[in-house]
């Protein structure tokens, strides 16, 4: 039985079609785990359910569901009801980026229900057969900006914030079970986020310099399964520990200088 296993054959990854859930269903997969890919394209979930059960012989199961979507529950229970959910990541998200004043009210809300309602939602209808059955584990993925408040990433990095105190609560509270929590900051990762933001090619490029590969994010966070947090890659853990350190108005400012001349958004 592989590590993973032990928390149960099956894991449920939201946003799996690309990037960090990607590259979690992967090493998921390699590791015998079967797999139920959530996201909004169902063509590229089924081209990565073949690619795992080809390479992996494990069994996957996609599901196209918004999950910014009112009622997504139902059919993620109904389609899960005959499976042992024993991993459950928590991975779907995404960003505003822009002065706030202009920013689509729908997609704020939109940000609200999918990173911070959906996980909610999800980690309360799994966990109750987690420990039932005396094994499970929930990933909280959350983010570097969890920690600093974030010019022009205002809806986002307080959706973030709520992600890494519900992820590291959980984690207290289940402490004494066998039920693992761990919530993953990573720093920029080399992903479609940010052209899902709205990005030009050019930010997207700078962006990518400066960004870790999703595979080695994915990778620590399974090492450190079962501690509250980790930030990743792991010099960006420095970041995180001298934003704690520093005043909040000094971080901000910081934060606001660095956005200014890494990205382009038309209302900067
Ligand atoms: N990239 C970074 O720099 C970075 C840094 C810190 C934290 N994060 C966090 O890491 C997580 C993964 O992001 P990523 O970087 O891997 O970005 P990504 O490649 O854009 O992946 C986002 C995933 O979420 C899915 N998704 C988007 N809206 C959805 C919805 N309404 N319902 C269901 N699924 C939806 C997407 O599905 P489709 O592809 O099917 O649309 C995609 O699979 C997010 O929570 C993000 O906040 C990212």
New binding site residues.
């Given amino acids: 039985m592989s590590r993973l296993q032990r928390y149960g054959g099956w894991a449920l990854i939201?946003?799996?079609?690309?990037?960090?859930?990607?590259a979690f269903a992967r090493l998921m997969a390699a590791e015998g785990i079967d797999c139920v890919l959530?996201?909004?394209?169902g063509e590229?979930?089924e081209a990565l359910a073949r690619e795992l059960s080809a390479e992996h012989s494990v069994c996957c199961r996609t599901l196209e569901?918004?999950?910014?979507?009112d009622g997504f529950l139902e059919r993620v229970e109904a389609f899960t009801a005959d499976i042992p959910v024993g991993i459950l990541v928590n991975?779907?998200?995404?960003?505003c980026g822009g002065a706030f004043a202009t920013r689509d009210p729908k997609r704020i809300a939109?940000i609200i229900k999918?990173?911070c309602l959906?996980p909610v939602v999800l980690t309360r209808a799994f966990l109750p057969q987690m420990l039932a059955r005396n094994a499970g584990a929930i990933i909280m993925?959350?983010?570097?900006?969890a920690f600093i408040s974030s010019p022009f990433e205002a809806t986002?990095c307080a959706s973030?914030a709520f992600d890494l105190h519900f992820g590291e609560s959980l984690w207290g509270e289940l402490r004494k079970t066998s039920v693992d929590v761990i919530t993953v900051?990573?720093?920029?990762?080399?992903?479609?986020?940010?052209?899902?933001d709205g990005l030009s090619g050019e930010d997207c490029t700078r962006?990518w310099k400066v960004?870790a590969c999703?595979e080695s994010v994915a990778a620590l966070t399974l090492k450190k399964l079962g501690r509250k947090s980790v930030i990743a890659p792991n010099v960006a853990g420095l970041v995180g520990f001298l934003a704690r350190l520093i005043p909040r108005r000094w971080s901000i400012r910081v934060v606001e200088f660095v956005t200014r001349r890494l990205v382009h958004y038309e209302q900067l």
């Fill in positions: 939201t946003g799996a079609s690309s990037g960090l859930g990607r959530v996201g909004l394209e590229r979930l569901q918004d999950l910014a979507d991975n779907a998200g995404i960003g939109q999918l990173n959906a993925v959350a983010s570097l900006q986002y973030k900051c990573p720093a920029g990762m080399k992903t479609d986020f940010f052209k899902a962006m960004s999703p």
